[in-house]
T-cell receptor
Framework: KAGVTQTPRYLIKTRGQQVTLSCSPISGHRSVSWYQQTPGQGLQFLFEYFSETQRNKGNFPGRFSGRQFSNSRSEMNVSTLELGDSALYLC???????????FGPGTRLTVL | GQQLNQSPQSMFIQEGEDVSMNCTSSSIFNTWLWYKQDPGEGPVLLIALYKAGELTSNGRLTAQFGITRKDSFLNISASIPSDVGIYFCAGQLTNNNDMRFGAGTRLTVKP
């Protein structure tokens, strides 16, 4: 089975812009979770989607949003980018319900 | 939210030595997971633990799910240079797919 894929792998944006990141889960997995990883804060949970519905949400501002499509692919959007949004954004998929999560390689976002 | 306390923060060991790291929390977790992350890559799952008291091995790696469901440890035996990386523990809250992560243990192995 192919693993979790994320596109793009690297992205450079400027403050105030918006960005959309994409995640394709492992085939058959219906849950997709998004995480932000920074050296200072470590891995922090953003949100989880299951069957096209947001099921869990972390403690991030409304500028961070996501969605999931009927094929379980998910996108994450960040509007009005700030310098502090520079991070590695990881998505992880699991089969559904509560299950072991498998991570993608991440998208490295740099905000200038 | 509930955070995991992972220790040690870093370890410098000689090739061939055994390594032990652990995670504790004030919260009860449904599942404990151990991941390894190489620079610029996503975490790779090493071991998943689903039952209190469970002891699971994966090659030279052994991990245990604490009886109280509030802690877990990971042991690496006979370390080799490719064990270098950052090891994360993660706990899944009961009936919730929200995972909490430890801050990581950075392992350096000297040949």
């Amino acid at each position: 089975k192919a693993g979790v894929t994320q596109t793009p792998r690297y992205l450079i944006k400027t403050r105030g812009q918006q960005v959309t990141l994409s995640c394709s889960p492992i085939s058959g997995h219906r849950s997709v979770s998004w995480y932000q990883q920074t050296p200072g804060q470590g891995l922090q949970f953003l949100f989880e989607y299951f069957s096209e519905t947001q099921r869990n949400k972390g403690n991030f501002p409304g500028r961070f949003s996501g969605r999931q499509f009927s094929n379980s692919r998910s996108e994450m959007n960040v509007s009005t980018l700030e310098l502090g949004d520079s991070a590695l954004y990881l998505c992880a998929s699991s089969a559904g319900g509560v299950g072991t999560q498998y991570f993608g390689p991440g998208t490295r976002l740099t905000v200038l | 939210g509930q955070q995991l306390n992972q220790s040690p923060q870093s370890m410098f060991i000689q090739e061939g030595e055994d390594v032990s790291m652990n995670c504790t929390s004030s919260s009860i977790f449904n599942t404990w997971l151990w991941y390894k992350q190489d620079p610029g890559e996503g975490p790779v799952l090493l071991i998943a633990l689903y039952k209190a008291g469970e002891l699971t091995s994966n090659g030279r790696l052994t991990a245990q799910f604490g009886i109280t469901r509030k802690d877990s440890f990971l042991n690496i035996s006979a370390s080799i240079p490719s064990d270098v990386g950052i090891y994360f523990c993660a706990g899944q809250l009961t009936n919730n797919n929200d995972m909490r992560f430890g801050a990581g243990t950075r392992l350096t192995v000297k040949p």
